[in-house]
Structures are given as C-alpha cells and as structure tokens.
C-alpha cells in the first residue's frame, strides 16, 4: 500500500513521528508531502490539495493529513472529487471510516490527540476493509452527486476527465475560436493555452528542502523533487503546444509522434515515431490540441505503451464526447486534461462549435 502523509507547520512534529511508525511497516510505502520544517508558516490547503491529487490521481492509495485540530484539512481535502476524508480522533471512529464510508483520506489534530492515539487510530484505519454490502449503494449515491456536480472532474474506474475553468484559459480559449483571429495570434495563444494547461496540472509535483543563500543570510527554501517528464506531441497540431509548456518545464524531454486522419475511414495512420530512449522512467504528456474521434489520440497513446510508458496523461485544449469515451475505453489508465468539452463531432468528423482544423490554423495552410 502506498500512503501519502502532509501536514502544515502545526503538526509537523507528529507528522513525522508518524512517518517513522509508518515505515517501520513492510507492506506500506509511505510518501512525505510535505510540510518540510515547523520553523516556516504554510497554509494547509496546498497540503491538503498536494495530497488529495495524488490519490485522485492514483499515484497513491492512501493519505494522512495533519494539522492543529485536523478540521482545515478534513475540509479542504473533501473539496477534491473522489477523496472521501474523515477526520477522527478515535480507534472506532477511524474504523468506521473505512468498514462503512471507504474513507480513503484521515485527518488528525496535532493539538487534539497524542503521538500514541494517533498511531493506533492510523493502525487502524489502515488494517480496516471497505465492509460493502448495504454500504455500497450509499457510497454509489455519493459518487452519483459528485458527478453531476462536478462533470469536469469525474473521476473514475476509467480514468478522470479534467476541464480547467480559470478565466484567463476561457478567455483565451474563445478567442481562438474565432475565425477572424489571424495564424500569428492563433499560434500565441495556444502556446499560452498549454502553458496555462501545464501550470494548473503540476500543482501537485513533489518539493524537496534546499538551503540557499540570499544577499542577507542563509535560509530554507523548497525546489522541485526532480521529478521527470517528457512531452510527445502528436504531428502536426500538437506542434503549436510544445513551446509553451517548456518554457515552464525547460528540462523535459520532447518526443514526436506523426498520424494523419484518413479523410474516408477516419482512422489514424501512423508516419513517424521517435520517443526519449528512458520514456519508461518519465511522467510523458501527449499534446493534441483537439480531441475529436480520439483515434489519433489513442494510437499515439498505444505506441508510447509498445515502447515501454506507463504513466501517460493526455492534454487538448477542446474535446468532444465521443474523443473521451474512445481513450477512456482503449486506455483506461489514462486522465484527459482539456480546456473545453464541446457538444459533438459533425459528419467530417469535426468538432462542434470547435475552431476548425487545429493545424491549418497554426499554419495558415487553409
């Protein structure tokens, strides 16, 4: 079992106590995300949120969150869909948690409970089974509301679909939508879209503590764990996303993938196929600014797995429903990060609204 534990200044102390008891335990990986000193005030919602993203994205099985009463984190946790965090201060509260809710987030106050209570309430809670039964239609009404509530953020047996909704993206998005936007500005925003994409989808990658010196003394400061990641656009459109994500991520590697639609069948055929030599050790993202039958999408998908990757996120900037549901069901391992999900493909197999061909328009070849 792979658990991820965080907490904020408060409790940083138990936290890692906790972690010290938790890797003592030979069948549980135990991941620390933070935070890294006590000296330094945080705010518990990125701890949460860091955490939180890391189950929903199934990275991790589990996740221990900590603070002062534990209440801050049990709330921000549950804002996540698909994390059901129960905040207990208890053995049999934190059993219940798990024979009867599922619980897949516990949250405990470093100011409420001891070192010694919060170890056996997190035995626990770790060695309790789901019970199912007649609690699995109540989890399944859960489920159901969290879907018609958050449709951007349905998280699944077949992978999570995830539409961004900040403004700047929206804006910019309807922009190039527009007809009359011209090759040079239509080629700007998109690089911008991706980058916008990228930023809110590495909100989770781990920190690590460094020490650096500033003009006036030494100090604690945090970097990036070093984490690899490579990005493979899909020829020619996914082209116009490339730059804007390494000019936030300089250091990834960038493969290329050339398909083209066959204008009778629809079905993609493959061209050209040159990926990093480590693809099976990097975090890859496959770009295809739009996600339309998901033919393309999957085969590019299908040949990154043939080469050895594993964890493959796929990033457009607009969807349509019958793209998702074709690479959530040839690759259910697989999230789709997109801007906008629009209505439907016409009978050319384009999407509706749409902006036309992604690529004639980065290029002014139509």
């Known amino acids: 079992m792979r658990v991820a534990v965080g907490s904020d200044h408060a409790a940083f102390s138990l936290k890692e106590l906790l972690l010290d008891h938790l890797r003592r335990k030979a069948d549980i990986e135990v991941i620390d995300m933070g935070t890294e000193t006590e000296t330094v005030s ?204 390494l000019q936030l991520i300089p250091n990834a590697k960038v493969g290329h993938i050339g398909l083209y639609r066959d204008p009778d069948t629809l079905l993609p055929v493959e061209y050209y196929c040159k990926l990093p030599g480590d693809i099976d050790q990097r975090d890859v993202l496959v770009l295809d600014p739009m996600l339309a039958t998901g033919g393309s999408a999957s085969a590019a998908i299908s040949l990154i797995k043939k080469r050895g990757g594993k964890k493959i996120s796929l990033v457009c900037i607009i969807a349509a429903p019958e793209g998702v549901s074709k690479v959530h069901a040839d690759h259910p391992d697989v999230d789709i990060y997109a801007a906008a999900l629009d209505s439907h493909l016409n009978d050319h197999g384009y999407i509706v609204p749409g902006l036309g061909d992604a690529g004639d328009r980065l290029y002014g070849t139509k």
């Not at 949460?48 to 996740?63: L, M, P, Q, S, T």
């Not at 900590?66 to 049999?92: F, Q, R, W």
């Not at 922009?175 to 925003?189: A, Q």
């Not at 916008?196 to 010196?213: A, D, G, H």
């Open 42 to 245: 945080c705010d518990y919602p990125d701890i949460a949120f860091r955490v939180g993203e890391e189950i929903a994205k199934k990275n991790v099985d589990r996740g221990v969150l900590l603070c002062g009463t534990g209440v801050g984190m049990s709330i921000a946790a549950n804002k996540i869909p698909g994390i059901y965090a129960a905040h207990c201060h208890d053995v049999e509260t934190a059993r219940f948690s798990r024979l009867h809710n599922n619980s897949n987030v516990i949250t405990m106050g470093a100011r409420i409970i001891s070192p010694e209570l919060a170890s056996a309430i997190l035995d626990t809670w770790l060695s309790t089974d789901f019970e199912q039964g007649r609690h699995t239609a109540r989890i399944a009404k859960v489920l159901d509301y969290e879907r018609k509530v958050c449709p951007g953020r349905a998280f699944s047996e077949k992978g999570k679909t995830v539409l961004f909704e900040h403004p700047l993206m929206l804006h910019k998005v309807s922009l190039i939508r527009n007809k009359d936007t011209s090759v040079k500005e239509f080629r700007e925003l998109v690089q911008e879209i991706a980058g916008l994409m990228v930023y809110e989808m590495t909100r989770s990658l781990p920190l690590v503590k460094i020490e650096v010196e500033t003009p006036l003394e030494r100090t604690d400061a945090l970097a990036l764990a070093g984490k690899d990641l490579a990005i493979v656009p899909v020829l020619r459109a996914g082209l116009g996303m490339v730059d804007g994500i």
